[in-house]
């Protein structure tokens, strides 16, 4: 690891400056994390007084639990749907923002400040809006004759918290979008303009190939997004429901361990969860390795 | 831009008039529930142009709060995000710059381990250890304090990472200079250092007051009385009871307030707050 060719010599120094960033990290992570991992191939008695060893019968359990099996099914579904409405429109937005010379700044500043409201904030603005006896849209489709309800139907929840999701993480998305147009060189397009490609074919041969490093970047911080960070969307509106049909998986593990106070198998869900973090860091750092060389 | 279309140009605005109305309108929505008064959310259609009611809402909920839902005056809550988020954001950037100066500009025994030890908090989230951290925080007596609700989070892989990339690219000779002068190393990082990291620092705190403002889960799980609920907390308990009790025009009145101060700083401070974001995910 790189570090500076003359050092400043100090016995003591260099720990005391690392020792406060040290200590929440042992005390508040390591540590949690290492008794979530034991607890998970532990079970408590009934009455919380005694642990004993089960090896991986959490796991099994978590596995043929069709709850379990359902919440990872519409997580699925929701880091997709959270993933494809937000990269898409981003996509859409960035690439008008790139034709603009002089407005561009103007919306720019326009589209980006949805970053700034809490998810939990957007969810019940959404929540409101698509509120079945007052709300707005529940109201215009009933003119064209849908019953919205997202009390009742798991569909509709399901799409109120994918739009409201997206709705946050639009700017993110936009925003590297336009950084990554900026940097494909003009002159690739004038080249192929010159040779008779219009709009469309320029799009789809020369930009969003080039574009590709910026996506595949953006999906990986995405699905992050979907997965760890909306769990403040779902607690504020839908709680999970209507019967299991918005309820993720970090929704599902904060239900069953703080609220259900079932150690074992909440544990169990996190070294889940924390596998899949792992592997979403890893791709994400083996991106960065490759953006480097592009 | 290669050519000059005009169907191209008129489609990209609109495209980007109906992007910005669809980031606004929920917005709108919400602003415009917040000045009507309560008999307007009974039935039908909820309002879409502005009420009578604005001074009267803003005040109650800022002096009183919501009482049927047990929510604290606004500004108690208000006050409450301030301190999280300042405190979140100092406290990040205070312990990540030191780490980041020693492990940059010193050579120590165990300094790989620390090292990878603050890199694998990346994979940690809140998210994958509710219970044994709250455990933790209970233990130490940490529920329902500031304390409680700001240290445990203010450990950053990312904001290290970040101060030791500044660190690298600053010419090796500013240090070599400062030691011929006579300089100890903590008057080299006072002097030198941090008048040199001064906008990165700037980037760096707009995107962290952000997060820090907009925490919920920890919150939810550390406070347990009203007293320390943050103001992004008390919506979501005063939306529980509308379910059954609408009081829209209050709800959304905090929601706007709520919403405030984060999307001025990204507003007023738009270019450290781009710089900051594509910084971070570096």
Redesign the interface.
Known sequence: ????????R?RT???L??A???A??????????A??VI?SFEQEDAFGLSTTWVGFQNYQTLFADPEYLNALKVTVVFTLGVTAVSLG?AL??A???????K?ATV????????????????G??????F?P????FP?LLHMVGYDWNHGLHGTDAMILVILAAS?NQ???NF??FV?GLQSIP?SL??AA?IDGAG?AK?FWTITLPLLSPTTF?LLV?NFVYAM?NT??TI??TTQGGPAGSTNIL?YK??ND??IGLN?GS??AQ??V??FI??AL?VVQFAW?ERRVQY | MVENRRFLNLLAHLVLILGVAFVAFPVYIALIASTHGQNDFLSGLIPLLPGHDTIRNYSAMMTQGLASSGAPPLWLMLGNSLIMALSISIGKIAISIISAFAIVYFRFPGRMIAFWLIFVTLMLPVEVRILPTYKVVAELGMLNTYAGLTVPLIASATATFLFRQVFLTIPEELMEAARIDGAGPMKFFWDILLPLSRTNIAALFVILFIYGWNQYLWPLLVTTGTDHYTIVLGIKRMADIADQQPEWNFIMATVVLAMVPPVLVVIFMQRLFVKGLIETEK
């Open positions: 690891m790189s570090t500076k060719r003359n050092t400043f100090h120094l260099p720990y400056l690392i406060p960033q040290l929440v990290t042992l005390v508040f992570f390591m540590w949690p994390a008794q979530a607890q429109l859409l937005l690439l008008a923002v790139d034709r603009m010379v407005s919306y720019t500043t326009l589209l980006v400040w949805p970053y700034a409201v809490a998810p939990a904030v957007s019940v603005m959404w929540w409101f809006m509120n006896t007052i709300g707005i109201y709705w639009i700017s993110y925003l590297f950084a003009a397009r004038e303009a709009p320029r970047f911080v760890f769990f403040a607690h504020a970090v593990v904060f361990g703080f150690l909440s544990s996190s070294v969860l924390l973090v792992i860091t960065v």
